[in-house]
């Protein structure tokens, strides 16, 4: 891509001090993000999503500590920032929804209050002016009857509608990057497609660029322009959402799209990955994907695989494609991944 990132994240190190352990969380990580984009981080639970993004607002929990790389924006590196940098940049500029709105919310404090504090804070109005600012947030985010919500407290809310105050607090700062973590995973499917529309209303309106961090790749395929795919605190392949569902390499990014629920054929049992992630308080030799790759070549126990580029905007991080590798064939039901997608409807993979 020839257009400029507005976060460069290059080789980043983050380690956790853990009962006098060090857990090495993420292991030289690099992202770009790139102006008004949709980019989706996915993997499972511990692979590092969370802890990665979290250092583009300066959220680490207080024993984890970046040990090596650079986040580029604006031209400053944000592994370098004090909290008083930060002040300028969390929810001004950079904002995040968290997976549980209730962690987010002040349970005490009335909903309205919330939103009209984010809006005095970073966008400067005051008083009536700023109050009705709150009341327009909370109609656009989709909340009936606003005025009489505004007097209401979170628990007077379903969650769904406790997601949408979120997004409102978030979007009321107006930032350049929203960072959405897991924002659909409590809710049922009809609200999740709610909420995720919401998403993309807003970010059209606002020039957003949007980070999603999910295990969900059906959210993927609706919402993602790019895709990143982590595994034990690494990116091991990112290409477009098209490069991704349809020509994939990395043994773990096709491991997960055998496991779509969407994939899976009536009367036979939805594909698992066994095996399970490794530790992370040991060192990791060769492919951390190996032991539990049926597949996996004599070279993935012994050396780390560099990234092979497979386009333009598309790599893996894999030994299968290094041109001495045996041809590796895909699994089948990867290889037929175009069509059965085609049922899913309604997603970008079909537009």
Not at 56 to 78: A, H, P, Q
Not at 324 to 346: F, Y
């Amino acid at each position: 891509m020839d257009r400029q990132p507005i976060i460069s994240a290059k080789d980043v190190e983050i380690t956790f001090s853990l009962r006098g352990k060090k857990l090495n969380a993420i292991r030289k990580c690099s992202l770009d993000l790139y102006d008004g984009e949709t980019l989706a981080i996915v993997g499972e639970s511990g692979s590092g999503k969370s802890v990665f993004t979290k250092t583009f607002v300066g959220m680490l929990d207080v024993n984890g500590k970046i040990t090596g790389g650079s986040i580029m924006y604006e031209g400053r590196d944000m592994t370098k920032f004090t909290e008083k940098d930060w002040l300028g940049v969390r929810g001004k500029k950079i904002a995040m929804v968290m997976q549980d709105p209730m962690t987010s919310l002040n349970p005490l404090k009335k909903i309205g209050k919330q939103i009209q504090e984010s809006i005095e804070h970073h966008q400067g109005l005051k008083g009536a002016e700023a109050k009705k600012a709150a009341i327009e947030m909370l109609a656009k985010v989709g909340i009936p009857d606003p005025e009489r919500r505004y007097e209401q407290y979170p628990h007077e809310f379903s969650g769904g509608m406790r997601q949408r105050v979120v997004i409102a607090i978030a979007a009321a700062c107006r930032p350049q990057i929203l960072i959405c973590d897991e924002p659909t995973t409590a809710l049922d499917v009809t609200i999740q497609a709610q909420i995720l529309q919401l998403i993309r209303d807003l970010q059209k309106e606002l020039g957003m660029s949007v980070i999603y961090i999910t295990h969900d790749l059906g959210v993927v395929a609706n919402v993602a322009d790019r895709v990143a795919v982590m595994y034990a605190g690494q990116i091991v392949e990112y290409g477009t959402v098209e490069e991704i569902f349809y020509d994939a390499w990395h043994p773990y990014t096709w491991a997960l799209l055998q496991a779509l629920p969407q994939l899976g054929t009536k009367g036979e049992a939805l594909p698992t990955i066994d095996g399970t992630p490794p530790n992370l308080f040991n060192e990791i030799k060769g492919d951390a994907f190996a032991p539990r790759n049926k597949h996996a070549l004599a070279i993935d126990f012994v050396a780390e695989p560099p990234f092979f580029q497979v386009s333009e905007t598309h790599a893996a991080k894999t030994w299968y494609l290094d041109p001495r590798a045996p041809k590796m064939e895909r699994p089948h039901s990867i290889q037929n991944l175009r069509e059965k997608m085609g049922k899913m409807g309604g997603s970008n993979l079909n537009g």
